[in-house]
């Protein structure tokens, strides 16, 4: 069994920095993608960023690409998501989720949170003045 263990989140000021780690529990990275997305109560869960489970491919969504940074450490199991520039419309609730995948599918990458097998508790990122 897979879990996804979330920490970070917070308060901040408009314009600062905050860091997520994603630690994962009873996998290794290398045989999943972790990704990242948000959620708001007036919108569908969001594609923030993804590190395929072959650590060579890092994609980010429009919204925050130039801001946001993955990145995963092998040795502690954990994937971070690093965030500076915060604005207030990055507040939300940002989840991390693996995808199990093969090895011929280390480089692919998936936006679509249903196709996701596991799932962190989610953390409260507020961006706010």
């Known amino acids: 069994q897979v879990q996804l263990v979330e920490s970070g989140g917070g308060l901040v000021l408009p314009g600062s920095s905050m860091r997520l780690s994603c630690t994962v529990v009873?996998?290794?990275?290398?045989?999943?993608?972790v990704t990242w997305f948000r959620q708001t109560p007036e919108k569908e869960r969001e594609f923030v960023g993804t590190?395929?489970?072959?650590?060579?491919?890092?994609v980010y969504s429009d919204s925050v690409k130039g801001r946001f940074t993955i990145d995963r450490d092998n040795a502690k199991n954990t994937v971070s998501l690093q965030m500076n520039s915060l604005k207030p419309e990055d507040t939300a609730v940002y989840f991390c989720?693996?995808?199990?995948?093969?090895?011929?599918?280390?480089?692919?990458?998936?936006?679509?949170?249903?196709?996701?097998?596991?799932w962190g508790q989610g953390t409260q990122v507020t961006v706010s003045s």
């Open positions: 989720a693996a995808r199990i995948t093969d090895r011929y599918s280390t480089n692919s990458y998936w936006t679509d949170s249903s196709l996701y097998h596991y």
């Open positions: 009873g996998s290794t990275l290398s045989s999943i993608a």
């Open positions: 590190i395929t489970s072959g650590g060579f491919r890092i």
